[in-house]
C-alpha cells in the first residue's frame, strides 16, 4: 500500500497547456500515472500528447472519471481552480503552484473544511510520489525505490536530500508527500502522519520541519498520543534570523515564535528523535529499521 | 512586507479608522513646512520599524517652528539601532484620555484571523500577555464570514471599556477588520488606541505587515518603500528576481530549494562557519539566473568564500554548471569557491567543471564534506577581495 497516490489514481491537471504544466503531466505519465484529463478554460476539444483538454474540471469529471487534480496554474488563477476541482466532485488535489496569497489560502482552507472529505495537498509543495505506482508533482522519482519509509516534509529539495541518502542506505519509500511551504497548507504533518499510521507498508515516518508557525510543536503533541510507529525528524532553519522571510512564505521566525529549537525541543519532548542534519536524519532511520 | 508607521496609518484613513492628521517629510525645511501646515504643538516621529523609538529620542514634541526645525535636524539621519532615520512623520499632538490596544492577525495555527483588544496599551503586549493575561480579550473570526457587530461587542464588554465607548469601539475594530482583509495584512496592530478627552478613538500608532504573495492586486502597496530596511544587496537581489536574505556571516551561500538552502546554512554553522547570506537559486535554475546570482552573493565585500549546494530535482546540475563557468568568465571571483552537486545530471555537471579548470574552486562529494571545507577555506582566505 501507500497513502493519497497509487494505481487507481486517475490525474487531471489544472494548467495542462502550459508549458511547465505539459512537462510535468507528460513526465507524470511516463511514470506510469494515469493521466487522464487536463483543464485549461478555452482550450477545451484540444489534446496534450493524446491527453484530453476540458474547459472545466466538471466536464473533465464527467468524461474521464478524474479523481485526482493537480494544480499547476499561475499563483493568481490557484485558489479558483482548487476550488473550482473540489466543487467538481474531486477529491484528492494536489496544488503545485507557489505564491498563493494567505487570505486566498484561508478562505479555500475554511470551505473545504466544511466541505468535508476533500485531501488538499500543498500549495507550494512538490506534490506525492508513491514510488512504483504512481508520481503527482515534480518530485524526481529517479532517486526513490519502493520501500517502508514514508516521507512527509515542508520542503522539496530537502526531501530529495534526505531520501537520496536513505535510497543510498538501500532504503525505499511507501510515499513521500510534500506539504509544501505556506502559512495555510491543506494536509498538516499530523493529516499526513495519521495516514502512514494506518498504512501497512509504512514502517517508519520521517518528518521534515522547518521555522515558522506551529506545525511542528503541534504535530509532536499529535505523535505522543496516536503514532505507534517510530518517527524520525528534521528541522531546516537554526541559524535563520527573526522576522526575515528564508524563501518560503511561511518560513519565517516572528520574535520568539516559530524557532528550529523550540520545534526540535517539542519534537525530543514527545519522544521523536530529531537529526541534526540531513545526513544524521538517515543514520538514525537506518539504525531504528536495522535494530 | 513590513510598512512604516506613516504609511500604515495612509492604509487605515483609507478605510475609515480614525487617524491623527500628518505629513512625511525626507528633509528638515518640508518638516518645518510640514509642521507649519499642522499647526502646534506638533509631533515628530522618526520613521523606522522599530520598538521604543520615543525612549531612543525618535519621537520629541515642537511647541513652535524652531523646535519643529531642531527635532527634525536631530531626527533626520539618526541611527536607531541600527537603522537610519530617512523620513519622519509630523502629526498633528493628540491629547491623551487612555491608551487601549488592538490587533487583527493572521493566525497560521487556529487558520483564522485572530483580533485582540485591551485597556492596557501602550506597552509590550507581550508583556501585558504574561502579567495580566486577564487584560486581553481576544476571539477568532471566521473568514467566510468575516467580522460582526456582535464580535465587537464581545471584544468590549470583555475588556471592561466604558459604556459610550463600546459602539464607538465596534465600529473601529470592524473598520480594522475590514483593512485587514482588503489589504492582504498578516499583521494589523495600533499600540496605542488613545481616547481623547472628547471621548473619540484614534489609532496613534500603526504597525501593518502585508503579505507579499498578494501585492500583485495591490500595485500602490507594492510601490511603497521603505529606505531604512533595505539592504543594498537584497535590493539587487529583488531587482534580478532572486531570493536572497543578508545574513552577517563570510561564507556566501547558494542552493536550489528554501529547506535545503536553509539546511545548507545549518550545516555550514555547525561545521563552525558563519554564512553571509540565505540564496535559493530556484527549482529549474538556468544558467542567467546562476550568474545573477553571483554577481550578488560577490557585491557582500564580507564574504570570503562561496559555496554553491545543489540537490538537482526539475534544476539539471549541468544548467548550474554552465551558469557557474559562464559567472566565473564574466564576474572573475578572487574568492574560493566550493561546489557540490547531486541529482539530475549530476555527473555531466561535474565533468563540465573538471574542464572547464576554473581557478579557485573545488568540487566535494557531499553536503557535509562541502560545508567543512568552505569554512576552512573562509577562514584562511585573505579578508578583502580585489574586485
Known amino acids: ?291 | 512586507m513590513d510598512l512604516l508607521e506613516y504609511q500604515g496609518k495612509q492604509l487605515f484613513a483609507r478605510h475609515g479608522v480614525p487617524v491623527p492628521s500628518g505629513r512625511p517629510a525626507e528633509t528638515v525645511d518640508e518638516a518645518v513646512t510640514a509642521a507649519d501646515a499642522i499647526g502646534y504643538p506638533s509631533v515628530v516621529k522618526a520613521q523606522v520599524q522599530i520598538g521604543g523609538r520615543g525612549k531612543l529620542g525618535g519621537i520629541k514634541v515642537a511647541a513652535g517652528r524652531e523646535e519643529a526645525r531642531d527635532h527634525a535636524d536631530a531626527i533626520l539621519g539618526m541611527d536607531i539601532r541600527g537603522l537610519r532615520v530617512h523620513e519622519v512623520w509630523i502629526e498633528e499632538a493628540s491629547q491623551i484620555e487612555a491608551e487601549y490596544y488592538a490587533s487583527v492577525v493572521f493566525d497560521r495555527s487556529a487558520r483564522a484571523p485572530l483580533v485582540m483588544f485591551s485597556t492596557k496599551g501602550g506597552m509590550d503586549i507581550e508583556q501585558v500577555a504574561e502579567e495580566d493575561p486577564d487584560a486581553i480579550a481576544s476571539l477568532h473570526v471566521d473568514p467566510l464570514l468575516g467580522f460582526q457587530e456582535f464580535h465587537g461587542r464581545w471584544l468590549a464588554f470583555e475588556a471592561g471599556v466604558d459604556a459610550d465607548l463600546v459602539r464607538p469601539l465596534t465600529g473601529m475594530l470592524a473598520k480594522l477588520y475590514e483593512t485587514f482583509v482588503a489589504e492582504d495584512a498578516m499583521l494589523i496592530e495600533v499600540n496605542p488606541l488613545i481616547v481623547t478627552p472628547e471621548r473619540e478613538l484614534r489609532a496613534l500608532d500603526a504597525k501593518v505587515t502585508l503579505d507579499d504573495n498578494a501585492l500583485f492586486r495591490h500595485p500602490d502597496n507594492a510601490a511603497l518603500r521603505n529606505p531604512s530596511a533595505e539592504d543594498p544587496q537584497e535590493q539587487m537581489a529583488k531587482e534580478r528576481g532572486l531570493v536572497y536574505v543578508k545574513l552577517d556571516g563570510d561564507i556566501g551561500i547558494l542552493g536550489n530549494g528554501a529547506g535545503l538552502v536553509m539546511s545548507t546554512l545549518d550545516v555550514v554553522a555547525q561545521a563552525g562557519g558563519r554564512p553571509a547570506n540565505f540564496l535559493d537559486a530556484g527549482g529549474g535554475s538556468k544558467a542567467e539566473a546562476i550568474v545573477a546570482a553571483v554577481e550578488v552573493i560577490l557585491s557582500d565585500e564580507k564574504v570570503k568564500a562561496v559555496l554553491f549546494n545543489i540537490f538537482g530535482g526539475i534544476t539539471r546540475c549541468d544548467e548550474v554548471a554552465k551558469g557557474l563557468i559562464e559567472a566565473f568568465e564574466q564576474v572573475k571571483p578572487q574568492v574560493p569557491f566550493v561546489v557540490r552537486l547531486d541529482g539530475t545530471n549530476d555527473e555531466e555537471g561535474r565533468r563540465l567543471l573538471a574542464d572547464a579548470q576554473l581557478p579557485n574552486l573545488e568540487v566535494e562529494a557531499t553536503m557535509l564534506e562541502a560545508a567543512e571545507r568552505v569554512v576552512a577555506l573562509a577562514a584562511g582566505s585573505p579578508t578583502v577581495q580585489a574586485r
Open chain 1, 1 to 291: 500500500m501507500s497513502i493519497l497516490v497509487d494505481h487507481e489514481t486517475r490525474l487531471c491537471v489544472s494548467g495542462i497547456t502550459g508549458r511547465e504544466g505539459t512537462f510535468h503531466a507528460l513526465n507524470n505519465k511516463r511514470y506510469g500515472t494515469d493521466v487522464v484529463s487536463g483543464v485549461t478554460p478555452g482550450k477545451g476539444g484540444q489534446q496534450v500528447d493524446g491527453i484530453p483538454v476540458f474547459d472545466s474540471f466538471r466536464e473533465a469529471v464527467e468524461q474521464t472519471d478524474a479523481n485526482t487534480a493537480m494544480v499547476f496554474v499561475p499563483a493568481r488563477f490557484a485558489a479558483d481552480s482548487i476550488l473550482e476541482a473540489a466543487e467538481a466532485g474531486i477529491r484528492t488535489i494536489v496544488a503545485i503552484t507557489e505564491g498563493i496569497p494567505a487570505h486566498d489560502e484561508l478562505r479555500v482552507s475554511t470551505h473545504l473544511g466544511r466541505l468535508g472529505g476533500v485531501r488538499l495537498i500543498g500549495p507550494n509543495c512538490p506534490g506525492v510520489l508513491s514510488p512504483g505506482k504512481a508520481n503527482v508533482g515534480i518530485i524526481p522519482a529517479d532517486f526513490f525505490k519502493e520501500g517502508n519509509v514514508g516521507v512527509v516534509s515542508r520542503s522539496g529539495t530537502l526531501t530529495y536530500q534526505i531520501g537520496n541518502e536513505l535510497a543510498q542506505a538501500g532504503f525505499g519509500n511507501s510515499s513521500i508527500v510534500g506539504i509544501g511551504g505556506d502559512p495555510v497548507p491543506g494536509l498538516s504533518f499530523i493529516d499526513v502522519l495519521e495516514l502512514f499510521e494506518a498504512d501497512p507498508e509504512t514502517a517508519l515516518v520521517v518528518m521534515s520541519g522547518e521555522i515558522g508557525g506551529a506545525a511542528e510543536e503541534e504535530a509532536a503533541e499529535y505523535i505522543a498520543e496516536n503514532v505507534s510507529k517510530p518517527v524520525v525528524a528534521y528541522i531546516a532553519g537554526f541559524t535563520a534570523p527573526p522576522g526575515k522571510t528564508m524563501g518560503h512564505a511561511g518560513a519565517i521566525v516572528s520574535g520568539s515564535k516559530g524557532t528550529a529549537a523550540a520545534k526540535a525541543e517539542a519534537l525530543e519532548a514527545a519522544g521523536v528523535r530529531v537529526g541534526r542534519t540531513p545526513t544524521e536524519v538517515s543514520e538514525i532511520v537506518i539504525e531504528s529499521l536495522d535494530g
